[in-house]
């Protein structure tokens, strides 16, 4: 199945762009399954038996620390003890406990996971990450938070509770749980319900509670540039396009060189529009998250292997054939 564009989610693109992108929260309800990584799907990641951390984890909201040999076990392979594995009795124990179940970067393994959020990387022209949460109800996996992302919660199963509160209100606003001081006024408050699409701004505080059963959902968040990427995107425009020796020899030699680029550098900026910046940054992130070529996969491999260029086919045969007699004849006692 091919996986669902952004407009199957929100409906009108153009009144999503100018009513809640970066704006307000929303909730929509599209008209089929938004997450393609359910239940199922997490028995099946369980069941392969590679499932480890980092790619798990157990959280809790309490300050409640769930130390990884609670949820995971070790195993021998070759005769070392590895450490790290996913225990499904343990995880369940704990979820039972009031734990939540955090899967991470699921785009990296989960190929349908993956090309959702590719696919969305590219609507976007921002990089996409996908993360899996399973929370018992009555239970919260994370405080109140700031992401430093656009978030789409995809309700998977289950029921939760959603708080959304509002944007930072300075400009220097910081990441994480929100200080015990803050008191950010909440903008929306909603129970999804499986095949619902949550929508939070970058930096809105949010915090999610389990309202019945098990409730998952998969979050695929929305990275934007931050301040150093549009710095590396200066300086690399700044220095294009000038030649000039990587190791300069000697103290006149790097006087030169600085000078040189001091000149390029104030040229380049009398040119240089924010939006171009922009342009720069943009695509220099695109770059990063272009997908690798597509891989011979081994079933291809095998279909198309050439025995001959290893030496079993019938020509190898015969030339592993000759390397013994040449063997012999050089063995033998002269006569």
Same mark, same amino acid.
């Given at each position: 199945?091919?996986?669902?564009?952004?407009?199957?989610?929100?409906?009108?693109?153009?009144?999503?762009?100018?009513?809640?992108?970066?704006?307000?929260?929303?909730?929509?309800?599209?008209?089929?399954?938004?997450?393609?990584?359910?239940?199922?799907?997490?028995?099946?990641?369980?069941?392969?038996?590679?499932?480890?951390?980092?790619?798990?984890?157990?959280?809790?909201?309490?300050?409640?620390?769930?130390?990884?040999?609670?949820?995971?076990?070790?195993?021998?392979?070759?005769?070392?003890?590895?450490? /790290? +594995? @996913?225990? $499904? %009795?343990?995880?369940? #124990?704990? &979820?039972? *406990?009031?734990?939540? =179940?955090?899967? !991470?970067?699921?785009?990296?393994?989960?190929?349908?996971?993956?090309?959702?959020?590719?696919?969305?990387?590219?609507?976007?022209?921002?990089?996409?990450?996908?993360?899996?949460?399973?929370?018992?109800?009555?239970?919260?996996?994370?405080?109140?938070?700031?992401?430093?992302?656009?978030?789409?919660?995809?309700?998977?199963?289950?029921?939760?509770?959603?708080?959304?509160?509002?944007?930072?209100?300075?400009?220097?606003?910081?990441?994480?749980?929100?200080?015990?001081?803050?008191?950010?006024?909440?903008?929306?408050?909603?129970?999804?319900?499986?095949?619902?699409?949550?929508?939070?701004?970058? /930096? +809105? @505080?949010? $915090? %999610?509670?389990?309202? #019945?059963? &098990?409730? *998952?959902?998969?979050? =695929?968040?929305? !990275?934007?540039?931050?301040?150093?990427?549009?710095?590396?995107?200066?300086?690399?425009?700044?220095?294009?396009?000038?030649?000039?020796?990587?190791?300069?020899?000697?103290?006149?030699?790097?006087?030169?060189?600085?000078?040189?680029?001091?000149?390029?550098?104030?040229?380049?900026?009398?040119?240089?529009?924010?939006?171009?910046?922009?342009?720069?940054?943009?695509?220099?992130?695109?770059?990063?998250?272009?997908?690798?070529?597509?891989?011979?996969?081994?079933?291809?491999?095998?279909?198309?292997?050439?025995?001959?260029?290893?030496?079993?086919?019938?020509?190898?045969?015969?030339?592993?054939?000759?390397?013994?007699? $040449?063997?012999?004849?050089? #063995?033998?006692?002269?006569?």
């Amino acid at each position: 199945m091919e996986s669902p564009t952004l407009a199957d989610w929100v409906g009108d693109l153009d009144r999503f762009g100018h009513r809640q992108w970066q704006r307000e929260p929303a909730v929509f309800t599209p008209g089929r399954a938004a997450s393609p990584f359910d239940l199922g799907e997490l028995d099946a990641a369980f069941d392969s038996g590679l499932l480890r951390a980092p790619y798990l984890e157990m959280v809790r909201s309490d300050k409640v620390v769930v130390p990884p040999d609670a949820y995971t076990t070790s195993r021998v392979v070759n005769g070392v003890a590895h450490d /790290g +594995f @996913a225990d $499904r %009795a343990k995880v369940i #124990a704990r &979820l039972r *406990a009031g734990a939540t =179940l955090l899967l !991470r970067c699921v785009d990296q393994w989960h190929r349908p996971t993956g090309e959702l959020a590719a696919r969305l990387a590219e609507e976007l022209d921002r990089r996409v990450e996908a993360f899996f949460f399973l929370t018992p109800a009555g239970a919260q996996g994370l405080a109140v938070h700031r992401d430093d992302a656009d978030v789409f919660v995809l309700q998977a199963a289950g029921r939760k509770t959603w708080y959304v509160h509002d944007a930072p209100a300075v400009a220097d606003w910081s990441l994480g749980e929100l200080p015990d001081d803050e008191r950010s006024p909440r903008l929306l408050q909603h129970v999804l319900e499986p095949g619902d699409v949550l929508y939070v701004p970058r /930096g +809105f @505080a949010h $915090r %999610a509670v389990g309202a #019945a059963g &098990l409730s *998952a959902h998969l979050s =695929l968040t929305v !990275r934007d540039l931050s301040l150093q990427d549009l710095r590396t995107a200066l300086g690399q425009r700044l220095a294009e396009g000038l030649a000039l020796p990587a190791r300069p020899l000697g103290e006149a030699a790097i006087a030169d060189a600085c000078a040189a680029l001091l000149d390029h550098a104030r040229a380049e900026l009398d040119t240089t529009e924010p939006k171009d910046l922009l342009a720069s940054a943009r695509a220099a992130e695109a770059r990063r998250r272009l997908a690798p070529t597509e891989a011979e996969t081994f079933a291809e491999a095998a279909r198309t292997w050439e025995d001959t260029a290893h030496g079993t086919g019938p020509a190898g045969l015969a030339a592993v054939g000759r390397t013994w007699r $040449r063997l012999r004849e050089a #063995a033998r006692p002269a006569n």
